[in-house]
């Protein structure tokens, strides 16, 4: 194939966030594979010798605790899921605590919800805690906390998780393991099909087939979160490198395996990042003419004057869906206000507003810096 020069962005990245799916660290009857484990911690316990620093985001923890629970297969309930990664993550961590041990290098667990990446005091936290474990030496093991997640507001699989810690801890290059050795131009169970080697643009990726998933059925994910994955951290300028488990330790060396995702552009904001490619709005807010031209060419923040309706349950600093008069999403942002709060404020200008209501009334219903504008998505529905 080609050498590790081939890709020396990534052979040269100090700071890589390395994920792994459920189906490359578990038997096919749920528990952890421990040579599995070994053989990942091995390649990570290596890069760390040659003195770049890892961040681990590690699927697996439900996976691991179906087998104490005597539970068969991953349960399609929240409920039974939350069970089983409560028992499953504390032997995840322990045998990751065991095997980077062996390497003398010390783990810390880190569970993240949606929230740690999206509200500010939450992002904060959650980015101290992990630049800190890195200048101490540690190898952060980040999950999200599937215990207290929920259907409406999570992640939804760790690939785009991963690229959100990617972009939170100011990563260079993001490697997706997986059981698939890269993205191919068609389905790779059926012949004819070719690996995909470089994507330099998402127009690279017109006309592919991308679905599926993996083998076990363990994981949550398949391709299309790691596509989606690997456009968030190539929009927030970080290498994405998508392989097979087996191909970790090449992948992290620069060599030609699975598929490089290069990297598109400057350093966006994690929250705006999220809210472009992960975020389902919790709410709908209508938007006349006016206000659609405001926030899609002139990226404004939205007012209460261009908006005619209110759609959904959510509070202050939910995302929410704006929407133009045919009903389709042009722009998704953090709104600042509850859903009930809104009625009576529509169609009024925030001067009028701060006049009979009061001064905290003077405010943007979505500020700009908390808004993504989604116009090329326009002919979805939301």
Do not use: C
Not at 14 to 31: M, N
Not at 41 to 55: I, Y
Not at 215 to 235: C, D, F, N, P
Request: aromatic residues 4%; charged residues 25%; without cysteine.
């Amino acid at each position: 194939m080609g050498s590790a020069r081939t890709r020396e962005p990534i052979a040269k990245a100090a700071r890589v966030v390395v994920k792994v799916g459920s189906s490359s660290l578990t038997t096919t009857s749920g528990g952890l594979d421990e040579t599995r484990l070994t053989a990942l911690v091995d390649t990570l316990g290596w890069a760390r010798a040659t003195g770049r620093e890892v961040v681990l985001v590690s699927s697996g923890a439900i996976a691991a605790g179906l087998a104490p629970l005597g539970i068969p297969s991953r349960p399609r309930d929240l409920a039974r899921q939350q069970a089983a990664a409560s028992v499953g993550q504390g032997l995840l961590v322990a045998y990751y605590t065991a095997a980077f041990a062996s390497h003398g290098l010390q783990v810390g667990q880190v569970l993240l919800t949606v929230d740690d990446v999206t509200r500010r005091s939450h992002y904060r936290n959650a980015y101290r805690t992990l630049h800190k474990l890195l200048s101490l030496g540690v190898v952060p093991v980040v999950n999200e906390n599937d215990t207290v997640a929920t259907h409406e507001i999570r992640f939804g699989d760790n690939d785009r998780l991963a690229a959100l810690v990617a972009q939170l801890v100011h990563a260079d290059a993001l490697v997706l393991l997986s059981d698939v050795d890269g993205l191919y131009d068609g389905d790779p169970r059926r012949p004819g099909a070719s690996r995909v080697a470089d994507v330099h643009d998402p127009a690279d990726l017109d006309g592919l087939q991308i679905g599926g998933t993996g083998r076990s059925g363990l994981g949550s994910g398949g391709m299309q979160t790691k596509v989606e994955a690997a456009a968030i951290a190539t929009g927030a300028a970080i290498e994405v490198v998508l392989a097979s488990a087996p191909e970790a330790r090449d992948a992290l060396a620069g060599a030609e395996v699975g598929t490089w995702f290069h990297s598109r552009s400057r350093r966006r904001s994690t929250r705006l990042l999220w809210l472009e490619h992960a975020a389902d709005g919790l709410g709908r807010l209508h938007l006349d003419a006016g206000a659609v031209r405001a926030v899609v060419e002139r990226r404004s923040s939205l007012l209460p004057a261009g908006v005619t309706a209110v759609d959904g349950r959510f509070t202050a600093g939910d995302p929410v869906d704006l929407v133009d008069e045919e009903g389709r999403v042009v722009a998704r942002g953090l709104v600042n206000y509850d859903a009930a709060e809104l009625p009576p404020l529509l169609g009024r200008s925030t001067r009028e507003l701060a006049r009979e209501l009061g001064a905290e009334y003077e405010r943007e219903l979505v500020h700009r810096d908390d808004l993504v504008v989604l116009a090329s998505r326009s002919g979805r529905s939301g």
